[in-house]
Nanobody, 125 residues
Framework: QVQLVESGGGTVQPGGSLRLSCDAS????????MAWFRQAPGKERQFLVS???????????NYAGSVKDRFTISRDNAKMTVYLQMNSLKPEDTAVYYC???????????????WGQGTQVTVSS
């Protein structure tokens, strides 16, 4: 099994920034891709961005178009940790943000094998 633990959520004013972290533990050798999703109240869970661990230290990053200019994913090569840097936050970014992982590239919910518990991000003045 793989355990994912998110951190870094909170409340921020519009235009502000937050950085989320996701630490993976357990059978992490099964992980090829990690990703971030979010779910706002009353809405479906939405894919935001994913990153892969390719051979030779390479990576592939896929962004949802709606956040590509404001959100940045990165990873710590020494451990199975990914970050989501969120800038220019808007009230509509308010949601629970979930970390996800799986043995294949993640572009949608059906690609996900493991989920974190989620962390709340609230953008409000």
């Amino acid at each position: 099994q793989v355990q994912l633990v998110e951190s870094g959520g909170g409340t921020v004013q519009p235009g502000g920034s937050l950085r989320l972290s996701c630490d993976a533990s357990g059978r992490t050798f099964n992980i090829y891709s990690m990703a971030w999703f979010r779910q706002a109240p009353g809405k479906e869970r939405q894919f935001l961005v994913s990153i892969t661990w390719n051979g030779g230290g390479g990576r592939t990053i896929n962004y949802a178009g709606s956040v590509k200019d404001r959100f940045t994913i990165s990873r710590d090569n020494a451990k199975m940790t990914v970050y989501l840097q969120m800038n220019s936050l808007k009230p509509e970014d308010t949601a629970v943000y979930y970390c996800a992982a799986g043995p294949r590239i993640i572009l949608q919910i059906t690609n996900v094998a493991y989920w974190g518990q989620g962390t709340q991000v609230t953008v409000s003045s």
